[in-house]
């Protein structure tokens, strides 16, 4: 069975940094490309960046770009998001989902975690 | 950047409705447009890729149709289990990944 768990949310200061991982299990980690998609309080979904299975191509939402960074450890099975130059609208639950192909472009996101909450607030 | 409309945004049905929900994008994405399920609390749930393929493991009642910028997410006969928000998703461009913005199904 695959499981996506997050962590790292917290309650950071606008400016400041945060890491969220992503432990994957149950399935080979390398094959699939990975994603960040996030969730504003009682909004919709924003994909936010993916990388693909073997960590050589990375994407990324205009309004994240040059401030958080995607990367992956194949060798752990884990998935990272550093987050630096955090604004009050990234608030957000983050969830981590996993695509159905190695590549980043053109698949579906097939499993999901259940998320990790970060607060952006003075 | 792709722009992805839903309609409607939301809708009230009972159970054993036909539900139709509509998802229109701002330009050709032939069939790279995925269907998604989201229940409060829980991260979302993949229904259908590529427009009209069914996910292992997902009901028969639901269904996608659809090509280029017009697509439907069909719920042939509504059950209790399917009140629920749901997002289309186009994986057409690199750089985006765009989400709809929702059709909320409640019950009437």
């Known amino acids: 069975e695959v499981q996506l768990l997050e962590s790292g949310g917290a309650l950071a200061r606008p400016g400041g940094s945060l890491r969220l991982s992503c432990a994957a299990s149950?399935?080979?980690?390398?094959?699939?490309?990975m994603h960040w998609v996030r969730q504003a309080p009682g909004k919709g979904l924003e994909w936010v960046s993916g990388l693909s299975g073997g960590g050589d191509s990375s994407y990324y939402a205009d309004s994240v770009k040059g401030r958080f960074s995607i990367y992956r450890d194949n060798s752990m099975n884990t998935l990272h998001l550093q987050m630096d130059g955090l604004r009050v609208d990234d608030t957000a639950l983050y969830y981590c989902a996993k695509a159905s192909l190695a590549r980043v472009w053109g698949s579906h996101f097939d499993s999901w975690g259940q998320g990790t909450l970060v607060t952006v607030s003075s | 950047d792709i722009q992805m409309t839903q309609s409607p945004s939301s809708l009230s049905a009972s159970v054993g409705d036909r539900v139709t929900i509509t998802c229109r994008a701002s330009?050709?994405?032939?069939?790279?447009l995925n269907w998604y399920q989201q229940k409060p609390g829980k991260g979302p749930k993949v229904l259908i890729y590529a427009a009209s393929n069914l996910e292992g493991g997902v009901p028969s009642r639901f269904s996608g149709r659809g090509y280029g910028t017009d697509f439907t997410l069909i719920i042939s006969s509504l059950q209790p289990d399917d009140f629920a928000t749901y997002y289309c998703q186009e994986t057409y461009s690199t750089f985006t990944f765009t989400f709809g913005p929702g059709t909320t199904v409640d019950m009437k």
């Open positions: 149950g399935f080979t980690f390398a094959n699939s490309a």
């Open positions: 330009q050709n994405i032939g069939s790279y």
